[in-house]
């Protein structure tokens, strides 16, 4: 199963990642508990200590090279990106596979948008999924977990949570309606419009730009 973020702050991947895995570390569905990330998370310390090092000791790390703005920035190619997140599928599949052969299965937490919401014009937009990582998605798992988070609510007396029932998807049109459900989430733990695929979301209404 598939555990999918709105990734609104750096940290909600992995503490959605920690709690959901510590409710289920008994049942069949906790036997292995992973992460993806962005490999340029390998540059980052929080507090003085590498944040991969942190993501470890609850589980998998996988690295994916979104082809973002990000991977953009650090200076990394279309090519560069398809050829190293080609190579970490196939050791994601190998992992699934030996897992099915055992009997286990993967707890997985990902966003599949590859960052956080965007806030730069001082308006909040959800980015598009990275379709890699929808892809992969799509092929490996059977069911998704959307949870929505808002740290920012965690001490204010506010819902800083959602979390759905697991969705089935087997499509495009199943992703886009799944990024539709975490930006309608967002709007409603933040109090604020939020912006996602060309549509503009206030409360349960979708404008056009």
């Known amino acids: ?25 008994d049942d069949a569905i906790g036997s292995q508990s992973s992460i993806i990330v962005s490999r340029t998370m390998t540059r980052l310390a929080y507090q003085g200590v590498p944040v991969v090092d942190m993501l470890r ?14 991977a953009e920035k650090y200076g990394i190619q279309e090519d560069e990106s398809v050829n190293f997140n080609r190579r970490m599928g196939k050791q994601l599949a190998n992992d699934l596979r030996q897992l099915k ?55 204010q007396n506010k819902d800083w949570y959602r979390l759905h029932p697991p969705q089935v998807l087997g499509s495009q049109k199943d992703m886009d309606q799944l990024m ?15 912006r996602y695929a060309g549509r503009q979301y206030l409360g349960k209404i979708a404008l056009k730009n």
């Open 57 to 70: 000791k609850n589980g998998s790390v996988y690295f994916t090279m979104p082809r973002t703005s990000s």
């Open 180 to 194: 539709e459900l975490l930006a309608l989430d967002t709007v409603d733990l933040s109090g604020e419009n939020v």
């Open 101 to 155: 052969i055992q009997g286990k299965s993967m707890l997985l937490a990902v966003s599949l948008s590859g960052k956080t919401l965007d806030r730069s014009d001082g308006s909040v937009t959800m980015p598009d999924y990275e379709p890699t990582t929808a892809k992969l998605i799509l092929n490996r798992f059977n069911c998704v977990l959307p949870m929505s988070i808002y740290l920012d609510n965690l001490t």
């Open 1 to 25: 199963m598939a555990l999918v973020t709105n990734h609104a702050d750096l940290m909600d991947l992995p503490l959605a990642q920690t709690a959901l895995f510590r409710a289920l570390e």
